[in-house]
């Protein structure tokens, strides 16, 4: 067994576990007193028992000094006071069994002990993620796919390097399961050259194949390792050192059977022992058997993977029904295993879910104790560390975990965990993690909802209501008495380039790559609740961008519309827009009809494919049985003639015969009879020739029928033009045209050409014109965009109303600023509307979803799971000339901040 084992090499290994420990003893002789920490809490779990209330933990040079009620624990004046609020602490958590290290790949023998797991351990490693879940300490395993993979060990994942070795040798594992009596057969090559007298050595097969064959192998290494003279044999060394120094025994064994040789042979070798994994409990419900202190503990596999469904065992008359994991629990503490029993991850990826794993136990009845200790002090008494981790009491290692709330309880998150008095994880809320938004009132796309909330995960919106769905450690802002709305749109503006653009632009330019990084007018715009506004150039036609107002401005749709003007000499305007729409309409037109044509070719040409496979495939099928024909017609002519020739011969030989023989009657009969024969034969061999020539020209003929099918032709694409691009999106409904018009004539020729003439979807950007027209724009189904000016008084006096009017004819509009910084007063502007006259929902509607459908901005514009998180909490109503904007967000971040006084 020793040849593939390098003996030197564990030794060595030996020999630094050593040194390291003899360094840990010594670093903490020498630790001089350090200052004291005191940590005060709503409630301490201490991992043994009840929790204290209102409590305070001393903490000096990593260890607990002392833990009590806040009444009787004396902080001294200099200690460093850490006030965690209605905060739970628990200790560090420890798992009684894990395979996170390297040496739990399956060495080549079945039996070999020793092989350690801490050789494997590394303590440089990062085991963030498992910190941030609370566990501290674990149990490292060699492994579980042999009968004996070899001796585990305990170590904690932060702190002192060289103090992070709880115990080098904890216990040795022996798998009695399934798992371990499937050995490979190995090889061992002979010293020295192979010869006649030396033959090469076939594969040896190892212990064992079955549990009996593995209880017979186990009591005889056992007997071996325990007799005077073990030899050379690393493995029995290594094994002779468990059973002389009483190390723990872990077998992992489910049935009783399994869990019965377990028992027996530690019981005859006088070994304590772990059982792991059972799940026929009958002979571990002996009361007798925790009595002793052999019996270390059980350790229960929850049989549970978080977030994932399996598909149980079907119940059946030979199969004995597992009791669950929580009542087998149950039935051991009433059988006296209470401080004995531990729960494990049944795999490593789990370990980060520990207390929702443990807290299944709540199902048998469990308390929050009971349960806590499975994963604290119950498997540090099991694996012998029980003085330094697992409870929170003087003089242990001031390993803890800080929660928001009481252990296992529903939403509770983690915030912190600390290792030897340092803290090595701290959850921080931020919002990359999610926002929780609480207000008195959402308005939402379905309604105002009081007393709510909205989550907000990745940029947007995840949910809405009372009780919303978040992640942990998300960013929970309580904005009391405030109002939420949707994010506002500004239908024209200056920013967005560093300052306003005005020279003629190409309707094929995109805008977005223009956007300045550095806009500081951006930051400002914002503050009055606009998150999303529209650019386009002062010089008309010109591509419409909409983008969003963050701190590095970017595009959302470019373009999201085209503007034109329509001013001037009208019968001009008239002409030029027709003559412009028409080329426009011509583009868009030929590429409707080419996609329309490449679509029918792609089905056609799917089509003949289909056909083509068939045609190939019948021709080739028809080759081959006019070749086989051939072939056929060409044997029955060979052997045709081999026969013509034969009774040519036949006949030779006949007249020879005749020749030697007297002539008489008899034998001209008979000659007579044989010509005739052969002439009836000649004529049938003419009738099968025949019909074979007939077989072949007919599947020629048929092979000829075959007719291959045509290609179809990919139509030819119309010639691209990057300035007449926008158009196939404009003459598609797809984006609007936005009509700046100066009067009344002015608008309705725009109405005439755009809508009339042309039918394409338009917004009109007038204020009083479109107010005087109201019901023109109404019968054509016109959007219109209102501002900067949204009140004026007419020629009569009267006092005009642009966007009230509007309202009044049901026109859906938005409004515009076309300011920069003054981006921020539109809705203050707009509140003076309201005041005279303009209904506030109509205002806020025009300001976020119904500009937002216009121009096809689905994501934005309303409050509801799985738009953009753009949001503003403003201090009362909204658009209330008394009303402050408290705080913006967009795409989930936030913006904007109103400081506090």
């Not at 036949?650 to 009969?669: H, I, R, T």
């Not at 092979?703 to 119309?718: G, M, N």
Request: hydrophobic share 40%; proline share 5%.
């Amino acid at each position: 067994m020793s040849g593939y084992h390098d003996r030197s090499s564990q030794l060595r290994k030996a020999f630094v576990r050593a040194f390291a420990l003899c360094l840990t003893l010594a670093i903490g002789v020498a630790r001089a007193d350090g200052p004291i920490d005191a940590y005060i809490a709503g409630a301490i779990w201490t991992g043994d028992g009840a929790p204290i209330h209102d409590a305070v933990m001393l903490v000096q040079d990593g260890a607990v000094l002392e833990v009590g009620k806040a009444d009787d624990v004396v902080i001294p004046a200099t200690a460093r006071r850490h006030d965690l609020g209605a905060a739970h602490v628990i200790p560090g958590l420890v798992i009684a069994q894990t395979n996170i290290v390297e040496s739990t790949r399956a060495e080549e023998y079945a039996v070999s002990p020793e092989v350690n797991a801490v050789d494997g351990f590394d303590p440089f490693a990062d085991y963030t993620k498992l910190l941030a879940a609370g566990v501290t300490t674990v149990q490292i395993s060699p492994g579980g796919s042999r009968l004996i993979p070899g001796q585990g060990a305990v170590v904690k994942l932060a702190g002192e390097p060289l103090e992070q070795m709880l115990a080098p040798v904890e216990s040795l594992r022996v798998v009695l399961t399934a798992a371990g009596l499937s050995p490979p057969t190995v090889y061992e090559p002979p010293v020295g050259a192979v010869s006649v007298e030396r033959p090469v050595v076939p594969t040896k097969p190892q212990l064992a194949t079955s549990l009996a064959q593995a209880r017979v192998g186990l009591d005889a290494l056992f007997s071996e390792a325990t007799a005077p003279d073990i030899g050379e044999s690393l493995a029995l060394s290594a094994l002779a050192d468990v059973l002389e120094n009483g190390v723990v025994t872990r077998w992992s064994a489910n049935t009783n059977a399994e869990i019965r040789t377990a028992l027996e042979l530690a019981e005859r070798f006088e070994l304590p022992w772990i059982i792991v994994d059972p799940v026929e409990i009958d002979l571990l419900k002996q009361r007798s058997l925790w009595q002793t202190d052999a019996a270390r503990g059980v350790i229960l596999n929850p049989e549970l993977r978080p977030g994932s469904i399996t598909n149980p065992v079907l119940p059946s008359a030979n199969r004995k029904p597992e009791i669950a994991v929580w009542e087998r629990a149950k039935q051991l503490i009433e059988s006296g295993a209470g401080g004995r029993i531990a729960i494990r991850a049944s795999t490593d990826q789990d370990l980060e879910k520990m207390l929702f794993v443990a807290s299944i136990l709540g199902r048998g009845g469990l308390s929050t104790e009971q349960i806590l200790s499975t994963i604290t002090s119950n498997p540090a008494r099991m694996l012998g560390v029980a003085d330094k981790v697992g409870s929170l009491k003087p003089k242990a290692h001031a390993d803890f975990v800080v929660l928001s709330a009481e252990p296992f309880a529903r939403g509770t998150q983690l915030q912190a965990t600390f290792a030897q008095g340092k803290r090595v994880y701290e959850a921080r809320p931020n919002s990359d993690r999610g926002t929780v938004v609480r207000a008195a009132k959402i308005y939402t796309a379905d309604g105002v909802i009081a007393d709510s909330s909205l989550s907000v995960a990745d940029g947007k919106i995840a949910g809405i209501g009372s009780d919303v769905s978040t992640a942990r450690g998300a960013n929970v802002r309580d904005f009391g008495d405030a109002v939420v709305i949707p994010g506002m749109i500004d239908c024209a503006t200056a920013l967005g380039l560093g300052g306003s653009l005005s020279s003629s632009t190409s309707l094929g330019t995109k805008l977005g790559p223009l956007l300045a990084r550095d806009d500081d007018r951006v930051a400002l715009g914002r503050t009055g609740g606009v998150t999303t506004a529209l650019l386009s150039s002062t010089r008309l036609p010109s591509p419409v961008l909409a983008f969003k107002l963050t701190d590095q401005p970017h595009p959302i749709k470019d373009p999201v519309a085209l503007r034109f003007e329509v001013k001037g000499n009208l019968t001009a305007a008239e002409d030029r827009l027709a003559r412009v729409l028409k080329a426009g309409k011509a583009y868009a037109d030929a590429w409707t009809k080419y996609d329309a044509d490449y679509a029918k070719y792609k089905q056609e040409l799917a089509k003949y494919e289909v056909e083509k496979r068939k045609y190939d495939a019948a021709k080739k099928a028809a080759e081959a049985k006019k070749a086989a024909e051939a072939k056929k017609a060409a044997e029955a002519k060979k052997a045709e003639e081999s026969k013509k020739s034969n009774a040519g011969k036949s006949k030779d030989d006949a007249s020879d015969a005749k020749a030697d023989k007297p002539d008489d009657q008899g034998d001209s009969s008979g000659s007579k009879k044989k010509e005739e024969t052969k002439d009836e034969a000649d004529k049938k061999s003419d009738d099968k020739s025949a019909a074979s020539k007939e077989d072949s020209k007919k599947d020629s003929e048929s092979s000829s029928d075959l007719k291959e099918p045509k290609k179809p032709t990919e139509p030819k694409k119309p010639r691209a033009s990057s300035s007449l691009e926008p158009y196939r999106d404009l003459f598609a409904k797809r984006i609007p045209a936005l009509v700046e018009v100066s009067d009344v004539k002015a608008l309705e020729l725009a109405v005439k050409v755009f809508r009339g003439q042309f039918s394409i979807k338009t917004a009109i950007v007038a204020g009083e014109p479109a107010a005087r027209r109201a019901e023109l724009l109404a019968k054509n189904e016109v959007f219109v965009i209102v501002g900067p000016s949204l009140v004026a008084i007419d020629s009569e006096g009267e006092l005009v109303n642009f966007a009230a009017e509007l309202a009044v004819n049901r026109i859906h509009f938005g409004f515009q600023s076309k300011a920069s910084t003054g981006t921020s007063e539109l809705p203050t502007a707009i509140s003076y509307a309201i005041y005279e006259g303009l209904g506030s929902s109509d205002a806020l509607d025009a300001l976020t979803v119904k500009t937002a459908e216009f121009f096809g901005l689905d994501a934005i514009g309303a409050i509801e799971t799985g738009n953009d998180a753009d949001l503003v909490v403003l201090s009362g109503p909204p658009l209330e000339l008394s009303t402050e904007v408290l705080a913006v967000m967009i795409d989930g971040k936030w913006v904007y901040e109103k400081e506090s006084n």
